[in-house]
């Protein structure tokens, strides 16, 4: 039984961390370590003459892969998370995106790699990911 307490104890702070509001960190999934020492991301944002933004993604040694999205991990292939303020936006499939609903004021843009099951690619331990400010 103590396997099972250790085990509620552990998800119960991980729900408090998550309901803490004052702790704008966002959850950010585990590390998987590419063989591929090149991996990198970068995108671009730029306002959309209609509405919120639009978002061009470079990646370097790095297939999207939404085929095969919760399959096996395969090195090199994946899709990638946006993260807006802190929080998580959603997966990106492919290398162009529209956000919509974006307020007046300043932002802050992250996109990670991830591979087909979620975690996140890294170099040396380091998440692969590119980090924007951008203002609306």
Known sequence: GD????HRVDRRQRQMCIRDSSNHEHMHHEKVETSMKNMSVEFQV???????VNINISTTDFTFSPENVNQNHVDGEGHA????????WGRLYG????VGNISEGHHIFEITLNTNTHEEYSIDGESIKH????HY
Request: aromatic content about 8%.
């Open 46 to 52: 730029s306002k959309d003459a209609m509405s919120g």
């Open 3 to 6: 396997h099972r307490d250790l």
């Open 95 to 98: 290398k162009h995106l529209h």
């Open 81 to 88: 998370h946006l993260y807006i303020d802190g929080e998580k």
């Open 131 to 134: 980090t924007l400010d951008f």
